[in-house]
C-alpha cells in the first residue's frame, strides 16, 4: 500500500462551511446496514478533503443512549453498496465494521491511521496510484 506524500487531513463535514450540493443526497442520520441486514449505527457525519472536494468515509455511531456513551467507526466510501431514502447499505459484514481500528482525535497527523483503516477494509486508499473515486456514490461538496 502507498504512504501519502504528505499528511492528510480529512474534515467533519458538519465542522465546514461546506454542504453537500443536493440535499437530497445528505445521508447523515441515516441507518447504516451491513451486507445481511444487520444495523451498525447511523451515519453520525461525513469526512471530506477539503482540497479535492469529495466525501471520502461515513463517521457511523453506533451504540450509546441518548448519544452518551455511542461508539464511532470510520467506513470508506468505497465499501457503500447501496443507498435507498432510510438506510445506507454497505458491503461488509458487521464484524469488519466492528473491528476497524479505531480512531483517537488526539493524534496530530492522522495519515498512519487511514493507512491502517484502508488495510483493514482492503480497498485501496483515495491517495494511491491509479485510484479513481467511486462513480457511486458521487458527491458533490
Known sequence: MTTPSSSIELIKLSDSDRMVGDPAEDIRGRTVQDRDGNDLGRVDDLLIDPEEQKVRMLHVAHGGILGFGATSSYVPIEAIRAIDDDVV?????????????????????????????????????????????????????
Do not use: C, M
Not at 479505531?102 to 485501496?124: F, V
Open 89 to 141: 447499505h454497505v458491503a461488509e459484514p458487521k464484524q469488519i465494521v466492528a473491528g476497524a481500528p479505531r480512531y483517537d482525535p488526539e493524534l496530530i497527523d492522522a495519515t498512519e491511521y487511514y493507512n491502517e483503516l484502508y488495510r483493514h477494509y482492503g480497498y485501496a486508499p483515495f491517495w494511491s496510484n491509479g485510484y479513481i473515486y467511486p462513480g457511486y456514490p458521487y458527491y458533490r461538496i
